[in-house]
């Protein structure tokens, strides 16, 4: 295993460039790329974990090729104006040890996928792959909200990314996990319900189909079929359509005061609750950070959380649990981490 503590101090020494154009690749740059299911963002990435200049495409997720093409085309868009030596890419999948090919992903086409052979076959740079929540722990860890309640840096961490699935990365003693074979921390395909529901990654009760921005669609769409009352006033701003349902509109209209989208968002936390009690008691990690799109929900999603948690913690009435925290970095976290990581 890379140490990466120490690539990471070697990383802070070396030097970064300023905007405008460069003509040699700079040490201290990387770019990193994170590949979601609806859209590819990618950035240059500093030394000290900040995006220099940013870019992003839609993600054409049936078509491995078209994916290769846009992460090229997107990485071609940031050399016009920028100096790097590195890409990293952050991906929606099972990374295999060597950290250049997904091996399986649920909610894309890859399949034994050379993912980085791809990549370098269109871009004159050395590619490095990871798992996409596990390079946003990695920029939690070493940039952002990797610290305790006294604002101490810890070495234990565990994130989840809630996204249109969910995603799992642990930081511990300071070094990420990986496993034996890459595929390490996937705490979304950890089996919560047996014989619950279908996941894309072959099994059925997963986490991911009860704590993610899908589980939040699927349960919005569901209220709206049922007539239930609470379902009006998103019916009505989706134009009387439950498949124009999202996340975003969701979370909107939670915020602003409507009941049943505030339900739906809290029926999401309380399952996430139980999900980190479960984590907790396997890893007893110092601080559980938050990301990925649902988490701009806020104190909607955290707050019932943190009340599931503290109910279904293993040893409760003699413990603390962790604190419970959203991802500093946002949805920036992938593309920091992914380009730290390249650098080692």
Known sequence: MVDQRAAAQAADASPSTTTGAATAPVTGNAVGVDI???????????HRGEIVAQTRRETPALHPDAIADAVADAV???????AFATVGVAA????????RNVVFAPNLAWRDEPLAARVESRIDRPVVVENDANAAAW????????????????????????GTGLGGGIVAGGLLQRGANGAAAELGHVRAVPGGRACGCGNA????QYVSGNALVRDARDLLRSG???????????????????????????????????????????????AVASFVAVLDPE?????????????????????????NLS????????????????????????????RA
């Open 315 to 342: 040893g409760r009435t003699h413990r603390d649990p962790p604190p419970l925290r959203t991802a500093t970095k946002g949805n920036d976290a992938g593309i920091i981490g992914a380009a730290d990581l390249a």
């Open 205 to 208: 009760g997963c986490w991911e």
């Open 228 to 274: 239930d009352p609470q379902g009006a006033v998103l019916l009505r701003e989706v134009g009387g359509d439950p498949q124009a349902v999202t996340g975003p509109v969701i979370t909107r209209l939670a915020q602003a005061g409507d009941p049943g989208c505030a339900r739906l968002i809290a029926d999401v936390g309380r399952w996430l609750g139980e």
């Open 36 to 46: 979601g299911g609806t859209k590819i963002a990618a950035g240059v990435v500093d």
């Open 139 to 162: 920029a939690e860890y070493r940039f952002g909200g990797g610290l305790d309640e006294h604002g101490r840096a810890v070495d234990d961490l565990v994130m989840l990314t809630l």
């Open 76 to 82: 071609a868009e940031l050399e016009t104006t920028h």
């Open 287 to 311: 601080v559980v950070v938050i990301g990925g799109g649902v988490s701009s929900a806020g104190e909607l999603l955290l707050a019932p959380a943190r009340v599931s948690l503290a109910e």
């Open 92 to 99: 929606a999948g099972f990374v295999d040890a060597s950290r």
